[in-house]
């Protein structure tokens, strides 16, 4: 299996090098060269597996030599074995024929624990056997900074330094990054803001002695292993509601397009998804080149989804990508059009994401009545990106079909949102329970190349 890259200049790769590389050298995303098929009989048979058997059938066809198939399953059974469900990512039923997708049941309460667990192990798998060792920095407004923290603490070959908007997380973000003790992980608060935090990630990635230097890598949504987890989910949940049989629909609270292209990826590879339904807050650049209006940046506007608080989203391009045809010129031209602020779909390349993709928004009122519905109607706490997807979904819901909302965090996450919509201050497990008394280990940081560069060189391992 070998990676290609969205914008064709890139050389093509293997699993292994795509995931330690991230971004290819073209500024391009790396997509598989072809789609593994899954067929009637094995989507059937997912039915009565553990979340880590079908994660090893759905993903082992992507992977070709980079792992053993013994390797595999080890990372798959480690990344999962923290997980505070038994099911990993159990559904719930909301109504006749809505369900939620719990996917907040990982060590940091939001869905990308799913895929940062599993390349913490895949990274430190194939750079054991390698015998290197790399750097990790990444930038985060929260989820990705803590999901990464926690996956990466405490293994040999990594070290990990986050940057995080100093003030501008929530308290239990911060706290999940600042709480871990393991001497290989760093939280650092950035005097500046989420844009300040990803400029100068940008910037020490185009420093090439440095990048060099302490072996930078990268774990950002954009990272073909991270789309790859979050695959395995879709497969589970229509599994069990009855696919290959029955078609099922998914509606995924959305930012950074990795989620529902995950999901994209699924049906691809022959799970019979009737609708994907692209759900974004106020910051809804998505919802309008969904409805044929162009992709085109606006300001972004802080939500009460902050993770879904985007003003581009990146894996975006994969989806334009195949909608062009797999064409690599055609896609590196609307990147280029979009740094002077956007571009149109052409009519072609519209059908086919049309043809593959609904979508709608939900304002923050919206996003604030779906808190107050579903609790009132069910009983259940949603966090504000899952109500965001509540919302939306509603709107998409057809009879005899399967709907499938993704709740992609944990409500004690975001708990000021869930409490003004409800007067409820939604608690943390009971697993995490003491995270507030934990102390807390972190640097403040200016937002300065040259020192954050002196300060990562002075801090890794040597
Ligand atoms: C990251 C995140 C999202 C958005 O996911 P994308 O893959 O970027 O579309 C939604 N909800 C929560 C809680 C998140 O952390």
């Avoid at 999962?80 to 907040?104: I, K």
């Avoid at 606006?298 to 894996?315: A, E, K």
């Avoid at 609790?375 to 819901?397: F, K, M, Q, R, Y």
């Avoid at 008394?437 to 403040?444: A, H, I, Q, V």
Wanted: aromatic fraction near 8%; proline fraction near 5%; charge should be negative.
């Amino acid at each position: 299996m070998q990676y290609i890259s969205t914008r064709g200049q890139a050389p093509s790769l293997t699993f292994e090098d795509t995931m330690l590389t991230g971004l290819a050298r073209d500024g391009g995303l790396y997509v598989p060269e072809t789609i593994p098929q899954m067929d009637a009989h094995t989507i059937a048979a997912m039915a009565g597996q553990s979340y880590e058997e079908i994660a090893y059938t759905v993903m082992r066809p992507f992977v070709g030599d980079t792992f053993t198939d013994a390797e595999f399953r080890g990372c798959i059974n480690r990344a999962y074995a923290g997980f505070g469900h038994a099911a990993r990512a159990p559904l719930v039923q909301l109504d006749q024929g809505h369900f939620l997708l719990e996917l907040f049941h990982g060590p940091t309460l939001a869905f990308k624990d799913f895929a940062m667990q599993l390349i913490g192990q895949l990274f430190q798998t194939a750079l054991a056997r390698r015998g290197e060792r790399v750097t990790i920095v990444g930038a985060t407004s929260g989820d990705t900074g803590s999901a990464a923290i926690e996956a990466f603490r405490g293994l040999d070959n990594v070290d990990v330094f986050i940057l995080y908007p100093h003030n501008r997380v929530s308290e239990v973000q911060r706290r999940q990054m600042t709480t871990p003790v393991e001497a290989n992980v760093h939280a650092l608060a950035l005097d500046g803001d989420f844009d300040d935090c990803q400029a100068r990630l940008k910037d020490m990635f185009n420093d090439f002695e440095f990048r060099d230097g302490v072996k930078l890598a990268g774990v950002n949504s954009i990272n073909w292993a991270r789309v790859l987890a979050q695959v395995v989910y879709y497969f589970s949940a229509a599994a069990s509601l009855g696919a290959p049989t029955r078609k099922v629909s998914f509606t995924v609270p959305t930012g950074n397009f990795g989620d529902i292209f995950a999901g994209y990826i699924a049906k691809r590879m022959g799970l019979p998804i009737d609708r994907l339904v692209v759900a974004t807050n106020q910051n809804d650049i998505l919802h309008r080149a969904l409805s044929g209006q162009g992709y085109h940046k606006g300001d972004t506007i802080p939500s009460i989804s902050p993770s879904m608080d985007i003003q581009v989203s990146s894996n975006f391009e994969r989806a334009l990508f195949d909608a062009y045809g797999r064409d690599g010129g055609a896609v590196a031209q609307l990147m280029d059009e979009l740094k002077a602020g956007g571009f149109e779909v052409s009519q072609g390349a519209m059908q086919a994401l049309q043809d593959h993709f609904e979508s709608g928004r939900a304002s923050e009122g919206e996003t604030s009545q779906a808190i107050t519905r579903t609790l009132a109607d069910t009983g259940e706490l949603l966090c504000p990106h899952s109500a965001v997807g509540g919302h939306v979904a509603a709107n998409h819901i057809e009879p005899g079909t399967p709907m499938v909302t993704l709740a992609t965090a944990h409500p004690a996450k975001f708990p000021d949102a869930v409490e003004a919509a409800t007067g409820i201050r939604p608690p943390l497990p009971p697993r995490m329970a003491d995270l507030y008394e934990r102390p807390e280990r972190l640097t403040r940081v200016p937002n300065d190349l040259e020192a954050l560069k002196a300060h990562i060189k002075e801090h890794r391992a040597k």
